[in-house]
Antibody
Framework: EQLVESGGGLVQPGGSLRLSCAASGFAFSSYDMNWVRQAPGKGLEWLSY????????YYADSVKGRFTISRDNAKNSLYLQMNSLRVEDTAIYYCSGPGLPWGQGTLVTVSS | DVVMTQSPLSLPVTLGQPASLSCRSSQSLVHSDGNTYLNWFQQRPGRSPRRLIYQVSNRDSGVPDRFSGSGSGTDFTLKISRVEAEDVGVYYCMQATHWPPITFGQGTRLEIK
């Protein structure tokens, strides 16, 4: 069982990024999935949830209207489209699922 | 939103001694299905979080039996029977009973005295 996040990087305020999470070693299409982030030196913040089929989606208020979660079960992949990025979105972004080991995360830095 | 409050924020412990970490929720975490969705995570320095305990008291696979979870309603505890050097890190509680949003506590930093 493995989750590998990618797509992070340095972006200017107001910019966009698309994060990916590649799943392997388990039946990805059977798992509800989440995105969680951790700002430098801070705690964990839940961002978004998507059901196994993709039919149910939730967002934290802090990202609602700016971030979009999606998945492609045929590709065993989870995504997070991040628009209108702010300095306070700077964090390590993790994908997670119940009982699954967390990946290493991907660092997003929003700075001018 | 359910507020999760952990205490203490910092916990110095002597090797081989027990440790007790507290987590309190702003409302009962008993779900309408009868389950209590309270998890504990460990984050070692420089590492990703790892789930230790789910639904209050169930240890995840590979978690040493020196870790145990207990509690009910709004008060929960993670206990380490004998602290080892590899236990250093930050421990978070998380609730998934009343969601969205899923909420985490602010973390307890365990260090060796």
């Amino acid at each position: 069982e493995q989750l590998v996040e990618s797509g992070g990087g340095l972006v200017q305020p107001g910019g966009s990024l698309r994060l990916s999470c590649a799943a392997s070693g388990f039946a990805f299409s059977s798992y509800d999935m989440n995105w969680v982030r951790q700002a430098p030196g801070k705690g964990l913040e839940w961002l978004s949830y998507i059901s196994s089929s993709g039919s149910t989606i939730y967002y934290a208020d802090s990202v609602k209207g700016r971030f979009t979660i999606s998945r492609d079960n045929a590709k065993n992949s989870l995504y997070l489209q991040m628009n209108s990025l702010r300095v306070e979105d700077t964090a390590i972004y993790y994908c997670s699922g119940p009982g699954l080991p967390w990946g290493q995360g991907t660092l997003v830095t929003v700075s001018s | 939103d359910v507020v999760m409050t952990q205490s203490p924020l910092s916990l110095p412990v002597t090797l081989g001694q027990p440790a007790s970490l507290s987590c309190r929720s702003s409302q009962s975490l008993v779900h309408s299905d009868g389950n209590t969705y309270l998890n504990w995570f460990q984050q070692r320095p420089g590492r990703s979080p790892r789930r230790l305990i789910y639904q209050v008291s169930n240890r995840d696979s590979g978690v040493p039996d020196r870790f145990s979870g207990s509690g009910s309603g709004t008060d929960f505890t993670l206990k380490i029977s004998r602290v080892e050097a590899e236990d250093v890190g930050v421990y978070y509680c998380m609730q998934a009973t009343h969601w969205p949003p899923i909420t985490f506590g602010q973390g307890t930093r365990l260090e060796i005295k």
